[in-house]
């Protein structure tokens, strides 16, 4: 059995993503190990983010992008606040989690984070098991001991009491740690094996799941950071938790997701609403998915401020503070296609803050949702629904 490190308490990794080594800082370089399998290979870059450190598994076209991902000065931006507005704390029944130190607000940034590992997609659906096997632990080795010790202490769901479960080997242990704390991140650029990896982020990994989050994050495929925002306001003492589910999938479908991929019985308050409040919220979530619906067709009929206005009372009710983007956008639009500058204008501020917040700055819609609130009138829909 593997000897397994302390947990590591939550400590701010330096603040740059990139290429600047701090002073006494290895450089910031890729350097092949010589381990390869099939198409995949071992880089491990040994003074990213200011000497923390990072490893990954992937192709050459792959290596390409990061290298040139971290050679445009523009990629470097990153934050976080420190101390930390929350502290990691046992949660009955769920391990560890994040809970808030202080009061908090919509729109606060909680942390912004490099990757520890980052691992192609087909290196790790494909690749048998005897291929994979010896990379895994290669690259995990190859992390500079702080990190490998944060990647180790991972929570893996086979693993739910950590000290107390045994794991064949170390790669068994990599594994789980893996499917249970990844995120999903597309460097872009098709092409032969294509840009998709799982990243993950061992700091970000203490988030647990709740249904109806407080805090919601996104993935920057041109920095490859984590980034985590809060969504409503907090109470100190609050644990912090992210969506790993569909939030507008019933309350049947999510749970037995939670079951599947992560291995725990969903006990978020959504999922613990009483069945006659169960039902309800799945009616609500039905209809929000009607209106959607017909607000994304421009020959629907029926369509006026009130129907705009019930969607957004109706994420209101049910919470969905973290996934709002979406009803905004099509909220402005409609507005605007209505030939209601001022809501228009209105709803397309709103969006534009929701989408930096679930998507980045960097989503298209955030632009486009700039753009409408700068100038209704001048926009390509203003009145559209009114000329048909
Ligand atoms: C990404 S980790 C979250 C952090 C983890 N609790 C820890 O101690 O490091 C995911 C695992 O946490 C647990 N978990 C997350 N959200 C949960 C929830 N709402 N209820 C019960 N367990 C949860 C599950 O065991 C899940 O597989």
Not at 111 to 127: D, G, N, Y
Not at 255 to 273: I, P, T, Y
Not at 340 to 348: I, L, N, P, S, V
């Amino acid at each position: 059995a593997l000897s397994l490190p302390n947990l590591c308490l939550w400590r701010p990794p330096p603040p740059q993503l990139g290429n600047q080594a701090a002073s006494g800082q290895p450089p910031s370089r890729w350097d092949s190990t010589g381990r390869c399998a099939d198409h995949f290979c071992i880089y491990a870059n040994h003074g990213f983010a200011g000497g923390r450190g990072m490893v990954t598994i992937t192709t050459n076209s792959n290596l390409k992008r990061l290298k040139k991902m971290f050679d445009d000065p523009n990629a470097h931006g990153s934050s976080l606040t420190a101390p930390p507005p929350f502290h990691l704390a046992e949660i009955k029944g769920k391990g560890l989690g994040l809970v808030a130190n202080t009061t908090l607000r919509r729109g606060d940034r909680l942390m912004q984070v490099p990757p520890a590992v980052l691992i192609h997609r087909s290196f790790l659906e494909e690749l048998p098991a005897h291929a994979q096997i010896p990379l895994l632990e290669a690259a995990v080795t190859q992390l500079p001991a702080p990190l490998q010790q944060a990647f180790l202490s991972q929570m893996s769901h086979s693993d739910p009491n950590h000290e107390q479960h045994e794991y064949h080997s170390l790669a068994h242990k990599i594994s789980a740690i893996l499917a249970t704390n990844s995120f999903q991140l597309d460097l872009g650029g098709g092409g032969g094996l294509g840009g998709q990896h799982y990243a993950n982020y061992p700091h970000a990994s203490r988030f647990n799941h709740d249904c109806r989050p407080n805090v919601v994050f996104h993935l920057d495929p041109r920095t490859l950071a984590h980034t985590t925002t809060v969504v409503r306001d907090v109470q100190p003492g609050e644990e912090l938790a992210i969506s790993y589910l569909d939030s507008l999938e019933p309350r049947a479908a999510r749970q037995a997701r939670a079951q599947q991929v992560w291995g725990f019985k969903c006990s978020c308050a959504q999922c613990m609403l009483g069945e006659k409040e169960a039902a309800k919220s799945d009616r609500r979530v039905q209809e929000i998915l009607q209106i959607e619906r017909k607000l994304e067709d421009i020959s629907s009929k029926g369509v006026n401020g009130e129907l705009l206005e019930r969607l957004v009372r109706l994420y209101q009710e049910e919470s969905l503070d973290a996934k709002v983007a979406g009803a905004y956008t099509l909220v402005a639009l409609n507005y605007n296609m209505l030939g209601d500058a001022k809501k228009a204008g209105k709803y397309a501020k709103l969006a534009h803050e929701a989408v930096v917040m679930e998507r980045g700055e960097t989503a298209g819609d955030a632009e486009a949702m700039r753009v409408l609130a700068e100038n209704p009138k001048g926009h390509f829909t203003w009145r559209r629904r009114l000329q048909r």
